[in-house]
């Protein structure tokens, strides 16, 4: 049981839209975030929320990421 249930489709889009946008600011404010990339901060703070119970482990949520943003990301990345 987690805080944020598997159906909660927006809270869960708020956590994980907050956290990319920690991680981005954290990047440009913090010398130890830019060393180790926003990318990799935003993946150790949704590990972290998962492990703590907050974020469901599974969601359709990540489905979206997964198949529609992370592969549009990559092309970005690469301009």
């Known amino acids: 049981m987690t805080l ?20 981005i600011f954290a ?3 913090w010398k130890w975030a830019a060393r180790v990339s926003s990318a ?3 993946i150790f703070g949704t590990v972290i929320l998962a492990n703590l119970k907050i974020l ?5 949520t990540y489905d979206v990421i997964n198949n529609y943003i992370l592969p ?8």
């Open 4 to 23: 944020i249930s598997t159906d909660n489709l927006w809270m869960t889009w708020m956590v994980v839209i907050l956290v990319a946008s920690f991680a």
């Open 27 to 29: 990047e440009q404010k």
């Open 40 to 42: 990799v901060v935003c």
């Open 56 to 60: 469901p482990t599974t969601s359709s």
């Open 72 to 79: 549009l990301s990559i092309p970005l990345l690469l301009f």
